[in-house]
């Protein structure tokens, strides 16, 4: 038998033997949790998810185990927390603007969009500024308990188009998804045009649209923007954020130790990837400022007049409910206590 053969036969018995192992594994588990990611199961994140929450189910002692699921494995991304709520999902690795039909509340703390200058600044108010006791406090009248926000990037805007500061988006036909990134442009005069992420690179070959909200510079490199797109924009624009939330029925099963480790796994998960899409961002910029592609950050006074039309579609939010009002403070007074705001 030839090597190729029997490496093809030892991984066809590898896949055919997993669904027993996991059975096992399960079998043995005190806490058996199903657990939707916000991303098909071909990105790299939801890979890197699945292998955590398999190390956790060995560093668990066997106490755990989680089967880590693709988004749309059980329900679609605005539909977890009333999978989790009623049972059939026992937790989520998603982000809190897919639940702004809820309460505005969660898209206003799930996309802090050009609040703040960097995720540094965005990060801190959630470790300083009561960022993680306000999201559980949100999601316990849910029935879900937040373990923690796990590291997101901020996003990139390729364009078909050069965009010096904000009066270049009038009249800019822009992809975005619905909601304040939606709102914030049309703000400044462009053309928001809804579409899903599967449809953006032939809007823009095809001339649909001149410009894509869609993801950080290094999965827009991946996605192929930047063979339609000859520049790119740090806006800022788009900061989200994504979180680690598990049912509160079985969070409130767990042992104490067994809370310390999730929530000790999950900031060390966060950090891994805050260390990984850091140096990939590093790289796409070198790759694609090598590849001719023109790249820019707007200057202070564009970020000051983009944050000051944010904070006005905050404060029309912030009327929506308790919570969205609570939010909007919440972020208004970190950003003046670090002087983004007077």
Same mark, same amino acid.
């Given at each position: 038998?030839?090597?190729?053969?029997?490496?093809?036969?030892?991984?066809?018995?590898?896949?055919?033997?997993?669904?027993?192992?996991? /059975?096992?594994?399960?079998?043995?588990?005190?806490? $058996? %949790?199903?657990?939707?990611?916000?991303?098909?199961?071909? *990105?790299?994140?939801?890979?890197?998810?699945?292998?955590?929450?398999?190390?956790?189910?060995?560093?668990?002692?066997?106490?755990?185990?989680?089967?880590? #699921?693709?988004?749309?494995?059980?329900?679609?991304?605005?539909?977890?927390?009333?999978?989790?709520?009623?049972?059939?999902?026992?937790?989520?690795?998603? /982000?809190?603007?897919?639940?702004?039909?809820?309460?505005?509340?969660?898209?206003?703390?799930?996309?802090?969009?050009?609040?703040? &200058?960097?995720?540094?600044?965005? &990060?801190? @108010? @959630?470790?300083?500024?009561? /960022?993680?006791?306000?999201?559980?406090?949100?999601?316990?009248?849910?029935?879900? =308990?937040?373990?923690?926000?796990?590291?997101?990037?901020? !996003? %990139?805007?390729?364009?078909?188009?050069?965009?010096?500061?904000?009066?270049?988006?009038?009249?800019?036909?822009?992809?975005?998804?619905? /909601?304040?990134?939606?709102?914030?442009?049309? =703000?400044?005069?462009?053309?928001?045009?809804?579409?899903?992420?599967?449809?953006? *690179?032939?809007?823009?070959?095809?001339?649909?649209?001149?410009?894509?909200?869609?993801? %950080?510079?290094? #999965?827009?490199?991946?996605?192929?923007?930047?063979?339609?797109?000859?520049?790119?924009? *740090?806006?800022?624009?788009?900061?989200?954020?994504? &979180?680690?939330?598990?049912?509160?029925?079985?969070?409130?099963?767990? $042992?104490? &130790?067994?809370?310390?480790?999730?929530?000790?796994?999950?900031?060390?998960?966060?950090?891994?990837?805050?260390?990984?899409?850091?140096?990939? +961002?590093?790289?796409? +910029?070198?790759? #694609?400022?090598?590849?001719?592609?023109?790249?820019?950050?707007?200057?202070?006074?564009?970020?000051?007049?983009?944050?000051?039309?944010?904070?006005?579609?905050?404060?029309?939010?912030?009327?929506?409910?308790?919570?969205?009002?609570?939010?909007? !403070?919440?972020?208004?007074? *970190?950003?003046?206590?670090?002087?983004?705001?007077?």
């Amino acid at each position: 038998m030839t090597t190729t053969r029997r490496a093809a036969l030892a991984a066809l018995g590898a896949v055919l033997a997993a669904p027993a192992l996991l /059975g096992r594994a399960q079998a043995q588990a005190r806490h $058996t %949790w199903r657990i939707q990611g916000y991303l098909p199961a071909s *990105f790299g994140i939801q890979q890197d998810f699945a292998a955590w929450c398999a190390a956790l189910g060995e560093k668990s002692g066997g106490a755990l185990a989680i089967e880590a #699921l693709p988004v749309g494995a059980v329900v679609g991304p605005t539909e977890t927390v009333d999978a989790i709520r009623n049972g059939v999902l026992s937790g989520h690795y998603s /982000g809190p603007p897919y639940f702004a039909g809820k309460d505005q509340a969660f898209a206003i703390i799930g996309d802090t969009s050009a609040a703040y &200058d960097d995720v540094d600044q965005r &990060d801190r @108010w @959630w470790s300083e500024g009561g /960022g993680l006791d306000f999201i559980r406090r949100l999601y316990a009248g849910y029935d879900i =308990h937040c373990v923690g926000p796990v590291f997101s990037l901020a !996003e %990139w805007l390729p364009s078909k188009v050069p965009l010096a500061g904000v009066d270049s988006l009038a009249g800019i036909k822009i992809r975005a998804p619905q /909601g304040l990134i939606s709102e914030l442009f049309a =703000h400044f005069g462009a053309g928001v045009v809804v579409l899903p992420g599967t449809e953006v *690179f032939n809007a823009l070959e095809t001339g649909v649209v001149d410009a894509a909200d869609w993801a %950080w510079l290094d #999965l827009n490199e991946k996605t192929g923007l930047h063979r339609v797109c000859p520049y790119a924009v *740090f806006a800022p624009h788009s900061m989200g954020v994504t &979180d680690l939330s598990i049912s509160a029925r079985e969070w409130d099963r767990l $042992t104490d &130790d067994l809370r310390r480790l999730i929530e000790t796994e999950t900031a060390a998960f966060s950090a891994m990837l805050r260390d990984k899409l850091n140096a990939g +961002e590093a790289e796409a +910029e070198a790759r #694609l400022t090598a590849a001719g592609i023109t790249l820019t950050r707007w200057p202070e006074e564009e970020r000051r007049r983009i944050r000051a039309a944010q904070v006005e579609i905050w404060d029309r939010l912030a009327a929506t409910s308790a919570m969205a009002g609570e939010a909007v !403070e919440s972020h208004r007074a *970190f950003m003046r206590r670090i002087g983004l705001q007077t």
